[in-house]
Nanobody
Framework: QVQLVESEGGSVQAGGSLRLSCAAFGYTYSISCMAWFRQAPGKEREGVAVIDSDGRTRYADSVKGRFTISQDNVKNTLYLHMNSLKPEDTAMYYC???????????????????????WGQGTQVTVSS
């Protein structure tokens, strides 16, 4: 089992920055990928970014060049650095973990969220114009 605990999100004005973190506990050695998803009111949950155990990353087109996903393997912590935030980035953000070997392509390329078995509690990010 893996438990994921996210940091608090926050509220910023457009153009601002935020960093989210997600600490993983339990059988973290078996994790193949960790990812960030988000869900805005009235919309489906969508993949934002993913990083695998080799450090390879994938990003949604909407956040490329603005968001950076990273991980600290010593602290078992996942991060999402968000810059140049826009009002359309407002959403509940979730971190997730997968042990599936195909997980890298399952977040933004061929969305298969079912591969992600472990989810954080979610944290709200609000960007005002």
């Amino acid at each position: 089992q893996v438990q994921l605990v996210e940091s608090e999100g926050g509220s910023v004005q457009a153009g601002g920055s935020l960093r989210l973190s997600c600490a993983a506990f339990g059988y973290t050695y078996s994790i193949s990928c960790m990812a960030w998803f988000r869900q805005a009111p009235g919309k489906e949950r969508e993949g934002v970014a993913v990083i695998d155990s080799d450090g390879r990353t994938r990003y949604a087109d909407s956040v490329k060049g603005r968001f950076t996903i990273s991980q600290d393997n010593v602290k078992n912590t996942l991060y999402l650095h968000m810059n140049s935030l826009k009002p359309e980035d407002t959403a509940m953000y979730y971190c997730a973990a997968s042990m599936n070997p195909a997980c890298l392509m399952a977040v933004v390329d061929i969305p298969e969220q079912w591969m992600y078995s472990y989810w954080g509690q979610g944290t709200q990010v609000t960007v005002s114009s």
